[in-house]
């Protein structure tokens, strides 16, 4: 398994603030965005940017990756976590990201005790009826992507119990993301996680909405923010300028007097 330094992807020092790594990640997903450089193989670099930023924006999982960068030699391409590795980054539970990396999902990607959880099985197998093991999943996605229709493919590994012994399922679904769903909204996909025992019922898929951080978006509850560098004669004088928003060009009417910080309503370019 590939070490990834997150560090190096965002080109910026391991003691720098979160206000230079946001700087960092903003420039470079401007070049590296799949809308900005249509090439092939540009989302793939953009994902493994985003990956960078999910870490070392959140203190917790900065602090438990800067413990692990300490670990051996990081240079190997053979990398593995040391043992008695603790993922203590919130990902508990039935946490993955398809669209991540393995050494991502290694060290913060969740997971439960399957010995135990079989042997808890095994002993009340024949007399009671058990529901599935639920799983939850964390789904990326682009905010134009909450406009879209489209369905959208994940996979994901349930536990399956067989024989008393509990093993991974892997799973491929096709799943429609609600229009205007927010970030960090839950959805359930009811008997989509882990077969039930002795005609138990199946347990349920979750999908934890996450939104990939925009290059040049913010988000605020149902409203999308977007700084707009204007001149001080254009502030002072007035001007007409033509934006960008989630479903295209709009021209914008900057009234004169303007001051620094002044929030602009465009009504209906949110979500509804």
């Known amino acids: 398994m590939e070490f990834k330094d997150y560090y190096q992807i965002l080109g910026v020092d391991e003691d720098a603030d979160l206000k230079v790594i946001k700087k960092a990640y903003r420039k470079l997903a401007l070049k590296l965005h799949p809308d900005m450089k249509p090439e092939q193989d540009s989302d793939d670099g953009f994902k493994e940017l985003v990956e960078a930023y999910e870490v070392l924006k959140d203190p917790q999982r900065r602090a438990e990756y800067d413990d692990l960068r300490k670990y051996g030699n990081t240079s190997k391409n053979d990398f593995q976590s040391p043992p008695g590795w603790h993922k203590g980054s919130g990902y508990g539970g039935q946490h993955s990201d398809s669209n991540f990396s393995d050494f991502f999902n290694s060290v913060f990607g969740g997971g439960f005790d399957a010995n135990q959880s079989a042997g808890q099985h095994h002993r009340h197998a024949e007399q009671f009826a058990y529901k599935g ?9 682009f905010l134009e992507d909450t406009f879209s229709t489209e369905a959208k493919t994940i996979q994901f ?19 429609s993301i609600p229009v205007g769903v927010c970030d960090g909204e839950r959805i359930r996909l009811k008997g989509q996680g882990g077969k039930g025992v002795n005609q138990g019922p199946d347990g349920d898929l979750y999908l934890h909405i996450r939104f990939v ?20 004669w254009e502030a002072a004088l007035g001007t007409k300028i033509t934006v960008p928003t989630l479903t295209g060009k709009i021209t914008l009417n900057i009234k004169p007097n303007s001051q620094t910080g002044q929030k602009l309503r465009v009504k209906g370019k949110g979500w509804e």
């Open 157 to 175: 590994s349930v536990p399956t119990l067989e024989n008393g012994q509990v093993t991974q399922t892997r799973k491929t679904l096709k799943v």
């Open 133 to 141: 093991q639920d799983a939850e999943i964390e789904v990326p996605i």
């Open 213 to 232: 951080p925009h290059p040049i978006f913010d988000v605020e509850a149902h409203n999308v923010i977007l700084t707009v560098p204007i001149s001080p």
